[in-house]
Structure formats: structure tokens, C-alpha cells
């Protein structure tokens, strides 16, 4: 009897042990997976979530593309993601449309429901961020701020509003490829020329507006950054050939 009864308190012992080692090994696990993500996130870069800022036709798109290819964040392209919306006749492309075909700015509560729902899955937490296009006011940086979508990096490409238009006004895409080329700086193969499209706000017209919105509303965000001390700001000379810029770029993201 006494055997039996020191048999079920060592067995109880043992239950005790196993369960206290699994939760270890539950706990040890999760601790594990919060590293791996962590590592992860900092396994390319220490610089987590990244806003490239400029005027339209300063180059974001060409370099957020190579910070993708060689460090991996997700990269979201408010402009892009307006466009699809667009494209899909969905209510917020509805919405968005007029204001984007006029080369004004889509309200900032619009954008910010809209990043919201985009930054703050599991890709972007786990592999970084790169916000392009947004913020564009100042109501826009603080929601993100907010959202605890603070940057710590913010790359500013700087070009005088002459070359801009310049390179805005000859930029065509290709409807079967989505590759974007220039009329005098990047010029397609002649057997595709046909069947490129222009940008409806990509006209003389438009940029001004859009450029006009750039200076009034964008540009004090740079000081928004600068001012939290917090954000470090890496100004850039946007009238650089690509590589340049992007060897910069790259080694700030290195560090
Ligand atoms: P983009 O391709 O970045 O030049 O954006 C094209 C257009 O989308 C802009 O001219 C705006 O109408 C709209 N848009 C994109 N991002 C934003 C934003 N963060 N805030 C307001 N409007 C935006």
C-alpha cells in the first residue's frame, strides 16, 4: 500500500516536472521565435522602418526598388496602392480618383485608415518597412507616430523642381511589363513605344499642382523628423545617377 501511495506522489512529482519542463520548453520556444524575429528584422539593417521622401520625380520609386532587391523591407508605395484601388473600382479608388486626377492630395484620414491597414502586418514587423509617398503632411507623420510607425530612418532626395519636370514629363510605363522608362534618359526598345501609357497627373499641368502640394505641405515634414531628434535624416542630391545614390543609401543601411 505504501509502495503504491509513494508510487502516485512520485508519479504526481513527475506530472509536476513534465509539465513544469514543457511550459519551460514553451516559454524557452517563444522566446526563441521573439529573437529569431527580432534578428530578422535587424539581420540586413538596424534601420527597421524607413521613409523615403521627395518630390514627385525625385526617385523614390527606383530606389526603394533596390532597397527591396538588397535588404528586403516591404516596401509600400501609397501611390501604387491608390492606383489599384483605382483600377479595381473599389470605394476608395472612387474616392481617391478626383482628388488624384486633379494632382491634389487624397484626405489625410483616407491615408492613414489606408496605411493602417497595410504597415501593421506580419511581413512588415518582420522584415521592415519602407513607407513611400507617405507622410505628406504633417497630420499624416503625427498618426503615424501615433500607430507606433515611427521611422528611424528618413532618406530625403533632394532635385531641383526644373529637372523634375523634366524627368516627370517624359516618364511613360508599359502596360504589359509595369516597367517604367523615360522618353530621353531610359528609352524603350522601339517595338514597345506604341503601346506605353503616360500617367494622367504626369502632364505639365498636373505637376505644377502636384509639385506646389510638395512644397506647401510636404516639406515641413523633414522638420517634423528633425525636430523629434529621434528619426535620423539622410539628405540626399537626387540629381545623381541612380547607382550613386543608392551606394549611398546602402551604406547608411549597412551601419
Ligand atoms: P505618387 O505616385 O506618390 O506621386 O502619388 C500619386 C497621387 O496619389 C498623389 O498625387 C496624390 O493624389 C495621391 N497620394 C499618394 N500618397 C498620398 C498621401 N500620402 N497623401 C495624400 N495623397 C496621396
Redesign the pocket.
Known amino acids: 500500500m505504501k509502495v503504491m501511495r509513494l508510487n502516485r506522489v512520485f508519479n504526481k512529482n513527475l506530472n509536476k516536472q513534465k509539465l513544469l519542463l514543457a511550459g519551460g520548453l514553451v516559454l524557452a520556444g517563444g522566446f526563441c521565435y521573439y529573437l529569431n524575429e527580432e534578428a530578422e528584422a535587424s539581420d540586413k539593417s538596424k534601420y527597421h522602418g524607413i521613409v523615403i521622401f521627395g518630390a514627385?520625380g525625385s526617385g523614390?520609386g527606383t530606389q526603394s526598388e533596390l532597397i527591396v532587391q538588397n535588404f528586403g523591407h516591404v516596401h509600400f508605395?501609397?501611390?501604387?496602392i491608390?492606383?489599384a484601388e483605382v483600377r479595381n473600382g473599389t470605394e476608395l479608388g472612387k474616392l481617391?480618383k478626383g482628388?488624384?486626377d486633379a494632382?491634389?492630395?487624397?484626405p489625410?484620414n483616407v491615408?492613414i485608415g489606408m496605411i493602417s491597414s497595410h504597415i501593421k502586418g506580419p511581413e512588415p514587423k518582420k522584415h521592415g518597412w519602407l513607407l513611400?509617398?507617405?507622410?505628406?503632411?504633417a497630420i499624416?507623420a503625427s498618426a503615424l507616430d501615433e500607430m507606433g510607425c515611427q521611422p528611424n530612418l528618413v532618406i530625403s532626395l533632394n532635385v531641383p523642381d526644373e529637372v523634375l519636370l523634366e524627368r516627370i514629363c517624359g516618364r511613360r510605363e508599359d502596360p504589359v511589363t509595369k516597367k517604367i522608362y523615360h522618353m530621353t534618359f531610359n528609352p524603350p526598345p522601339s517595338d514597345i513605344v506604341g503601346r506605353l501609357t503616360q500617367r494622367s497627373?504626369d502632364t505639365p499641368e498636373k505637376f505644377k499642382v502636384?509639385l506646389q502640394?510638395f512644397h506647401d505641405q510636404s516639406a515641413p515634414i523633414i522638420s517634423h523628423y528633425e525636430k523629434q531628434g529621434k528619426v535620423q535624416v539622410l539628405k540626399l542630391d537626387g540629381t545623381k545617377n541612380k547607382n550613386e545614390v543608392f551606394k549611398i543609401i546602402s551604406d547608411k543601411l549597412k551601419e
Open positions: 514627385p523614390k508605395s501609397t501611390g501604387d491608390l492606383r481617391a482628388y488624384m494632382g491634389g492630395l487624397v489625410d491615408m513611400d509617398g507617405m507622410p505628406r503632411t499624416q497627373d502636384r502640394a
